[in-house]
């Protein structure tokens, strides 16, 4: 059974960088595609970042020229670099890999921007 866990949250100030890990327990980023989801307080989840098997990525608006999705297959890990950081990106992290058997999903990582 594929596990995801994402890692690299934390408290930042804005303008900042981070750099989240989303880590998985089979070799799968290679064979399907990765999205990061982030959801604030009181918000639905929504779309931040995806990376396809063969590599493309593509970003949502607000996250665009700030995040860069990348991965390490040798790791099995996906990344999410995010720089120039804000408040409003204040959320829990998710990475999710959707397989036609199951939609896998990591457990979350808090990212906190302070102004």
């Known amino acids: 059974q594929v596990q995801l866990v994402e890692s690299g949250g934390g408290l930042v100030q804005a303008g900042g960088s981070l750099r989240l890990s989303c880590a998985s327990s089979?070799?799968?980023?290679?064979?399907?595609?990765t999205y990061w989801y982030r959801q604030a307080p009181g918000k639905q989840r929504e779309f931040v970042a995806v990376?396809?098997?063969?590599?493309?990525?593509n970003y949502a608006d607000p996250v665009k020229g700030r995040f860069t999705i990348s991965r390490d297959n040798a790791k099995k890990t996906v990344y999410l670099q995010m720089n120039s950081l804000k408040p409003d990106d204040t959320a829990v992290y998710f990475c999710?890999?959707?397989?036609?058997?199951?939609?896998?999903w990591g457990q979350g990582t808090q990212v906190t921007v302070s102004s």
């Open positions: 990376i396809a098997s063969g590599g493309s990525a």
């Open positions: 999710n890999v959707p397989t036609p058997t199951r939609d896998y």
């Open positions: 089979e070799r799968i980023f290679t064979t399907y595609t």
